[in-house]
């Protein structure tokens, strides 16, 4: 009996508050949009018995994802989408990798002060992280006035309001997720592993391309996934530093529903949306398990 | 062998300054008293001033925590006792759907999650407020907190739960005075963890919430859409200097009972020696 308890409070809370939602999302997207609250058609109307549920199956239809395929602004965006994080996730590799390496290397009583440098920045609102960098970026900003008054450009970049402050925003905002699995898979590496190779005649370069990397490729591989997968779906970075050339896949949603209010059309960009990201997501499970049957 | 190198110390550097200097560089620019957020014009606390006087900011700040307090509360029972069922209830119908529900919300883009639950809200006729916005973030929080709780019970010593039984417990008292103590740092940083998370969240509480409630973030979003406001520097400063105190008072609090236990053991050793 305890059990039960135990078990039907979040199964039924999370069967009515996320699985009971997304079959909604589902069905709207094959809904028709109308000027009516709520804003399509058809609706069930189970006092018609089946005739009522007849009708309402009658009148659905793929005709949002047909239109999806046909206006090119969305199959644009969710291939745009896709590359920014693509990149991102590139970038923040590059600058992610040396800090965790550099943890892994540090002494061991600087490590846990280290890790909570890293971490820290995550407890901090993700909005206020993202909103530092309009002062910095904008063209009367801190980065164009230290560059102009260093005499390296003479007028102002343009990097807010384009894709590449974008870039900037995801990398600075997602640099923590790079750099916590690398620094997990670093850190328990035997360094006898690098004393060997080099004894048995590797350069520094060698053994770390021989020994650390393949070794630590389980934690790059993980923290590339948990930068790219959010990233696909961004919304505040894109609205905040994005110009209106950026085109991103979260904001023609919320664009789609609070501006043009046609829920159809946003409920079937979110099922795309989640087909997209079932490819990266079982990826990573595959790579999370590998890793667990690795560790014993 | 020490193998820190100068390139290791250059790569630390340069990585905690892109860490922290953005943040540092927001709270300069709190205090100058200048208009124009990227020109100094001298220290001034006059936008903290202008802050504390500005009632819509604090209404949303009042909302914000409330909906924080109530909605981490609500995860982290119903979060405990998702990893509990995870971790301790064994083969049931079902399982399969109820760890896909549990993993699922942590991947899934916060757009989706927003839009569906909005969907929900409106098709059952729901009013839009501070109701709906605490459903919401308890939905996504008791994932997080079910991860972090069942990955502390994974690691558990069954045999304590069966001492207990074996001196007579019933099953409440071994997961009372057994059980809970000790996965509670784990509960006590879900609860944290998902405190942070509503208290950020600025997507799912703007496809959630009413006219009636507008949480901090929603505010703070609309004012930095018109451009950079040395108000929202100030806020941001305020904020920031809150999750720096409490992360640094929690890490002290770990070390000093580390320090504590481990005097513990030693003087066990020496009683038993």
């Not at chain 1, 820290?120 to 560059?147: E, H």
């Not at chain 2, 409490?246 to 890490?251: D, L, M, P, R, T």
Request: aromatic share 12%; with cysteine; proline share 5%.
């Amino acid at each position: 009996m305890r059990r039960l308890a135990v078990i039907a409070l979040p199964y039924l809370w999370l069967l009515a508050l996320f699985l009971v939602p997304f079959v909604i999302v589902l069905k709207i997207s094959l809904s028709d949009i109308a000027v009516a609250i709520p804003p399509y058609t058809p609706t069930l109307d189970l006092s018609e018995g089946w005739a009522g549920i007849r009708d309402f199956l009658s009148g659905l239809d793929f005709e949002n994802f047909v239109f999806l395929t046909q206006d090119d602004l969305y199959w644009r965006a969710y291939l745009s989408s896709v590359w920014i994080a693509f990149v991102s996730t590139l970038i923040t590799l590059a600058i992610g990798y040396p800090i965790a390496y550099g943890m892994a290397r540090a002494a061991p009583e600087w490590r846990p002060t280290l890790l909570m440098l890293v971490i820290l920045p995550f407890w901090t609102s993700f909005l206020i992280r993202v909103y530092a960098w309009i002062g910095i970026l904008s063209s009367d900003g801190i980065l164009n006035r230290v560059l102009m008054d260093l005499w390296i450009i003479d007028a102002p970049l343009q990097i807010l309001n384009s894709t590449n402050a974008v870039y900037v925003g995801i990398v600075y905002t997602y640099l923590p997720f790079m750099v916590l699995p690398i620094y997990a898979t670093l850190e328990k590496m035997d360094d006898a592993l690098l004393e060997a190779a080099e004894d048995l005649g590797a350069s520094r370069l060698g053994a770390f391309w021989l020994v650390t990397w393949p070794l630590s490729r389980g934690g790059v591989v993980a923290g590339c996934f948990l930068v790219f997968i959010p990233a696909i779906g961004e919304f505040v970075i894109p609205s905040l530093l994005g110009g209106s050339d950026t085109l991103m896949i979260g904001k023609v949603l919320w664009e789609e529903f609070f501006s043009n209010r046609d829920w159809p059309v946003a409920s079937a960009v979110a099922i795309i949306l989640l087909l997209i990201l079932i490819v990266p997501i079982v990826l990573f499970q595959r790579n999370e398990q590998k890793q667990r049957e690795r560790e014993g | 062998m020490n193998r820190f190198s100068w390139f290791n110390a250059t790569s630390l550097t340069l990585g905690f300054a892109f860490l922290y200097l953005p943040m540092v560089i927001l709270v300069i620019y709190s205090f100058n008293a200048s208009q124009l957020v990227t020109v100094w014009g001298g220290f001034s606390t006059r936008w903290y001033g202008e802050l504390l006087r500005d009632e819509a900011f604090l209404d949303a700040a009042w909302v914000t925590v409330r909906v924080a307090v109530l909605s981490s509360t609500l995860a982290t029972v119903l979060g405990t006792l998702a990893a509990l069922t995870l971790v301790r209830m064994g083969r049931f119908r079902g399982r399969t759907l109820f760890s896909g529900m549990i993993y699922a919300p942590l991947v899934m883009p916060e757009v989706i999650t927003g839009l569906s639950l909005l969907l929900l809200f409106i098709g059952i006729g729901l009013d839009r407020g501070i109701f709906t916005v605490v459903l919401a973030h308890t939905t996504f929080s008791m994932c997080y907190v079910s991860v972090v709780v069942s990955s502390r019970l994974a690691t558990f010593d069954r045999a304590l739960e069966e001492a207990a039984l074996d001196l007579g417990c019933t099953p409440a008292q071994a997961f009372r005075l057994v059980t809970l103590p000790i996965i509670a740092p784990a509960v006590i940083s879900g609860w944290l963890l998902a405190f942070t998370l509503s208290l950020d969240d600025l997507v799912i509480a703007s496809f959630t919430t009413g006219p009636s409630a507008t949480t901090l973030p929603i505010k703070i979003f609309s004012a930095v859409r018109l451009g950079v406001s040395p108000q929202i520097n100030a806020l941001s400063t305020i904020l920031i200097g809150m999750v720096a105190i409490g992360v640094i008072a929690a890490s002290l609090a770990t070390k000093r009972r580390a320090v504590l236990a481990e005097r513990d053991t030693r003087a066990a050793e020496r009683a038993e020696g």
